[in-house]
Every structure is written in C-alpha cells, then in structure tokens.
Nanobody
C-alpha cells in the first residue's frame, strides 16, 4: 500500500505562488502516474492535473492551465505542484494521489495524500 505525504500548503495573496510536494513510499513510484485534485468547502473533488510515470507528459484542468505545473523526481519518490498567479478561487484543499486506471475522475486514483489547505486572499 502506497502512502503519500504532502507538504507546502498555506496562505498566500492573490497573484502569489506556492509549491506543493508529495512524497510516496515504496519502490515502485516510477511505475505509475500521479494526479493532483482539489476540493473546496461544499464542493466536489475536482481534477487539477496529472503526470505520467516518467514525467514527460502532463495534463491540466482548464481552470489552472498556464498557471500550474506538475513535475516529478522519481529518484526521490517526489511529485510537485507549482502554483503561480494564484487566485482566490484556487482556495481549496489539495490532494495528490496515485493513478490506478485510465481516467481523471477520483475513482481512477487511490492512496490519497492528507490534503494540505491552500488559501488565497484577495
């Protein structure tokens, strides 16, 4: 069972940047894709972006494309989400997760991180 530990959330002003980190346990990290989701209060969990197993392909939700970038370091079992030009509507709890199927809904992901909150003030 993979365990994911996240770090890097916090409070930032609109227009600012934050980087989230997610460390995976185990020896098979380089064999699976990873995804990022977020869930705002009272809303459903939504896809933010994902990255394939070797890190050369990424995809993003329309709402964050051009502002957020995900990357990974397989030697360190780490995946990152760099968030730039943050907006108040980006305020949410952010989760990393292991991809287990061909899709971008939460049903295709498992082993969720603990979800650090990100708050963007206007």
């Amino acid at each position: 069972q993979v365990q994911l530990v996240e770090s890097g959330g916090g409070l930032v002003q609109a227009g600012g940047s934050l980087r989230l980190s997610c460390e995976a346990s185990g020896r098979t990290f380089s064999s699976y894709a990873m995804g990022w989701f977020r869930q705002a209060l009272g809303k459903e969990r939504e896809f933010v972006g994902d990255i394939n197993s070797n890190g050369d392909m990424t995809s993003y939700a329309h709402s964050v494309k051009g502002r957020f970038t995900t990357s990974r370091d397989n030697a360190k079992n780490m995946v990152y989400l760099q968030m730039n030009k943050l907006r108040p509507e980006d305020t949410s709890v952010y989760y990393c997760a292991k991809n287990i199927g061909s899709g971008i809904t939460p049903a295709y992901f498992a082993s969720w991180g603990q979800g650090p909150p990100v708050t963007v003030s206007s």
